[in-house]
């Protein structure tokens, strides 16, 4: 791996509290994209309930980062090459892409499912507000 993130990585400006975002697995069965997505956001979630992290960051392969997943959920930093493996082993891309989210990113996305219904449904019979 680098020694260091290359030159004008994200990397260099995230501080202070950070939460790593492990992999998540779901069933090969669900192949519901929004149910990933529901997914990853309430882990977003509620990793700033409990940590009020300044940013969460994870690791993310070729093929996840080429198909947008990470932005959908709110990751607004792609960032390609921070990590290179020096031995890969079989079906690990050799080069890993950076996603991260800071705090204010995060605030906007809890604000965005409260006002669209996503995080709490309305009762039936109940207007959302």
């Known amino acids: 791996t680098h020694a ?3 030159a004008g990585s994200i990397a260099e400006r995230l501080t202070g509290k950070l ?3 492990g ?3 779901i ?3 669900i192949k519901n994209r929004k149910v990933f997505e529901l997914f990853v956001r309430l882990g977003l979630i509620l990793a700033l309930i409990k940590w009020r992290p300044d940013a969460i960051w994870g690791l993310a392969s ?3 980062a080429g198909h947008g997943h990470f932005t959908r959920v709110g990751y607004p930093v792609l960032e390609r090459g921070f990590l290179r493996w020096q031995w890969a082993s079989e079906g690990i891309d050799p080069v890993e ?3 991260a989210v800071e705090r204010p990113s995060l605030e906007a ?3 965005e499912m409260l006002a669209t219904g996503a995080l709490c449904p309305p009762e039936p ?3 959302q507000l």
């Open 125 to 127: 019979g109940q207007k």
């Open 97 to 99: 892409y950076l996603v």
């Open 62 to 64: 070729a093929q996840m």
């Open 109 to 111: 996305i809890v604000e």
């Open 27 to 29: 069933d090969k069965q």
């Open 23 to 25: 992999e998540i697995w």
């Open 19 to 21: 939460v790593y975002h």
């Open 4 to 6: 260091q993130p290359p």
